[in-house]
């Protein structure tokens, strides 16, 4: 009974994720092609529409961090936003796919753009609580991958329903804009409903609210040594990710026509992350969570290698097999970008004697979605530089350039990002016997206050944590 409990807990927390995978993945696949294809903005117009809602996050995200931080409520300090959030979840998501009749190319700039800072916004609200959360619910180290597998596999579920049902609803009518509501309607309650289940199904074991915190202190976290550390591979990885999302359509279309291939594909890729969540799982519990992490990014290297000389010659099969090892690479990269993070909020906990989670979580929300803004609207400008137009791929006259150019957005950037992930993922320390050194730090500092004697072996390791010189903890001078 009770692992039939801890199941459903699992269960119900990962539902979170349903949203957070499934509301980025079509945003990656669909949001550029949408603003693009649909609406007739340039792909600078659309890249700026992007990045402005993400620019918006500078505020949002940090701000709610610490307001989840300060929350008094009879549901605890997070989940109350879950409930809360929900609503918002489902408006912002139809407003982003439908523009309610506004003509004209500034009427709709403008409607986009604060469209999409009401969805970032709508995002920020239950995205930032819900990354938090699990400092609160879970203390151990394995048990909290337990968890992260959990959500990722869920994550990875929703990715492939959102990477395929979304294009089959859009293409099932003849107007566009019709198809695109529709899919928004869908989502839109399925979005909602899952933070309804995420606010039933978890719980909180600290609910007492932290003090305010000012800019100072956001600031403070990239004093943070494994904050720094972490917070650079994880963006470096969410990056390659979001812009194999992002380019997935043009690179089928422009460069290997064959757009048909994109729901095999997207399924083959993300059935693969999903496969290999649940094997560097069971990898990370045994022998750490940065192990998965330096296996999927060199798989993923090799295979955009290989990628970049795939030609429209080239048999449907053999393109469909290579591009799934790319689901290899997003499994152990987003593993350990989620797993890693509930660790952090320890780690400040004992520079600060103080429990932060909600700040953290904000900054990092922030930080991974303003570098996703960054890629797209970097995307988008660069598809403009190398000429690449709808016109031009409806009558087949797609220059070298084009072509190429796509090549090598879609294959070298990506590499680039997992090199920079790699060359900092090995400066990381945070492992299993460091955790439990720092939790018996931890536990002598909650029950007998800040002035504690450390061991040398106790010492080096916090040092090495927290990047502090001296032996002075828990925000003492």
Do not use: H
């Amino acid at each position: 009974m009770k692992n039939r409990k801890d199941l459903f807990s699992k269960m119900a927390y990962a539902c979170g994720d349903i949203y957070g995978g499934g509301a980025f993945i079509i945003v990656g696949l669909l949001l550029l092609v949408y603003l693009t294809n649909v609406e007739n903005f340039s792909g600078t117009l659309a890249g700026v529409i992007v990045f402005t809602g993400k620019a918006w996050d500078a505020i949002t995200d940090p701000f709610m961090g610490q307001l989840s931080d300060r929350t008094r409520s009879r549901f605890g300090r997070r989940r109350i936003w879950f409930l809360l959030g929900s609503l918002p979840v489902f408006f912002s998501w139809v407003m982003l796919w439908y523009g309610f009749g506004i003509s004209g190319t500034t009427a709709k700039f403008i409607y986009y753009t604060l469209s999409f800072i009401f969805f970032s916004t709508s995002f920020t609200i239950v995205m930032v609580p819900y990354n938090a959360i699990l400092s609160d619910m879970v203390p151990d180290y394995n048990r909290r991958s337990a968890f992260t597998g959990m959500r990722l596999g869920f994550s990875a579920a929703a990715a492939i329903l959102c990477a395929i049902f979304p294009a089959l609803i859009t293409g099932a009518y003849s107007d566009p804009k019709q198809g695109y509501l529709i899919m928004g309607i869908t989502f839109g309650v399925v979005f909602a409903i899952s933070w309804l289940i995420v606010f039933w199904g978890t719980w909180e074991n600290r609910t007492k609210p932290s003090p305010s915190v000012s800019l100072k202190d956001w600031l403070f976290v990239f004093k943070n040594r494994s904050f720094r550390i972490y917070v650079t591979v994880f963006i470096f990885c969410q990056m390659a990710i979001d812009t194999v999302m992002t380019l997935a359509v043009y690179f089928l279309t422009v460069s290997l026509k064959k757009p048909a291939l994109f729901v095999p594909i997207m399924g083959s890729i993300l059935v693969t992350q999903l496969v290999f969540i649940a094997v560097f799982s069971q990898v990370a519990l045994k022998k750490g969570k940065t192990l998965p992490a330096y296996i999927s990014a060199g798989v993923w290297i090799a295979a955009s290698m290989a990628i970049v000389f795939l030609t429209p010659a080239t048999p449907d099969l053999v393109v469909i097999a290579i591009c799934s090892l790319i689901g290899i690479g997003g499994a152990g990269c987003n593993l350990f970008s989620w797993s890693a993070l509930p660790d952090i909020a320890d780690v400040d906990e004992l520079i600060t004697g103080r429990r932060r989670e909600g700040l953290y979580s904000g900054v990092s929300t922030f930080l991974r979605k303003l570098s996703g803004g960054v890629v797209v609207g970097v995307l988008g400008i660069f598809l403009d530089v190398i000429g690449y137009s709808e016109e031009a791929v409806r009558s087949g006259n797609i220059s070298t350039t084009t072509d190429w150019g796509i090549r090598m957005l879609f294959c070298a950037i990506p590499v680039a990002f997992l090199v920079f992930a790699l060359l900092f993922l090995r400066k990381y320390k945070l492992g299993r016997q460091e955790f439990t050194t720092m939790s018996l730090v931890l536990t002598r500092y909650r029950n007998g206050g800040s002035d504690i004697p450390l061991e040398e072996d106790e010492l080096s390791v916090c040092r090495q944590l927290t990047g502090l010189k001296g032996d002075r903890f828990f925000g003492n001078s």
